[in-house]
């Protein structure tokens, strides 16, 4: 049995409706909810009545993704992601570039169980499978919600390029496993898989299948170095820049000033927070 999570957006895409609209008259439902508890409350509910195991399909990008995710984690359910959003990194991350494609591997793939990140705040915890992130690279996402135009790393760069004028530093307390320090932080990322924003490589060595997370903390920078140094994320190489630092933990708490924090893409909430990984904890589909 197939469950779909589909925004609207989708829905009404000549792209990808057809794609949804073919899936549906095979059985695959669609569900209704676009809420965390509505959607798993949907979810058991399939469950409780199939005698066949329910795969749940994020059709979208990487915000659906997140969603889908938060609804089912800890749920007896097979995990598939068809790539209808603007970043799909986590699509991405699978070997999933074509819709189609990804459909199939929904329908005959192979499942491996992958890391889930989880991020604990005062009052909000929350699921990740990509990148969660505070400082500069979580203030541009701030802006870049704002914006109506461009989608996908369009959109990131132009909210990038804005927000360079206010730049700002955190000044934090990063404990990374059992050893912490303070330090002034540009950005910090903390990645269960390697990109973001559309194919950034912010973590490029980032294993979701290795129970650890990669952790990259950019230390205060100027603009014109900030500047000059991004365009080397697209290849990953801004790795060894003298400002970068890199590291992998199980566990990363920062506290501080009160900060966002952003994962997925999506807004989580105000730091401080402790992000640990979560081995093996998602059953998701892959292709044979």
């Known amino acids: 049995m197939f469950a779909l999570l589909v925004k609207p957006a989708v829905l009404r895409s000549r792209r990808f409706a ?17 809420s965390i508890a509505e959607i798993r409350s949907e979810v058991e509910e399939l469950m409780s009545g ?24 800890g749920l007896d359910v097979r995990f598939a992601v068809v790539p209808m959003g603007t970043g799909n990194d986590f699509a991405r991350y699978l070997g999933l570039k074509k819709a189609r494609d990804a459909i199939e591997v ?52 132009v909210a990038l ?21 303070h330090h002034k932080v540009t950005l910090m990322a903390i990645g269960n898989t390697s990109s973001y924003g559309g194919g950034m490589l912010v973590c490029p060595q980032a294993d979701a299948y290795d129970a650890k997370l990669e952790v990259m903390r950019v ?16 290849r990953g190489t801004h790795v060894t820049h003298p400002a970068v630092t890199m590291s992998r933990a199980s566990r990363v708490e920062i506290s501080g000033e009160d900060f966002p924090i952003y994962a997925d893409g999506e807004r989580i909430g105000l730091g401080p927070a402790a992000v640990t990984v979560l081995p093996a904890k998602l059953a998701v589909l892959h292709e044979r």
């Open 18 to 34: 057809p794609l949804v609209n073919e899936w549906t008259k095979q059985g695959a439902t669609i569900l209704q909810s676009h």
């Open 50 to 73: 199939s005698s066949e195991p329910v795969t749940v399909v994020a059709c979208g990008g990487d915000g659906t993704v997140h969603l889908l995710l938060n609804a089912v984690v």
């Open 106 to 157: 929904a329908k005959s793939g192979v499942t491996r169980n992958i890391d889930v990140g989880h991020i604990a705040l005062k009052d909000e915890s929350r699921h990740f499978l990509g990148i969660a992130s505070c400082g500069f690279d979580a203030q541009v996402n701030e802006r870049a919600n704002t914006y109506r135009g461009p989608q996908g790393t369009v959109k990131y760069v």
């Open 161 to 181: 390029l804005g927000e360079l004028r206010a730049l700002k530093v955190l000044k934090v307390l990063v404990a990374i496993d059992d050893s912490a320090s």
């Open 219 to 234: 230390a205060e920078v100027n603009r014109r170095t900030l500047l000059r140094v991004f365009p080397r994320v697209f």
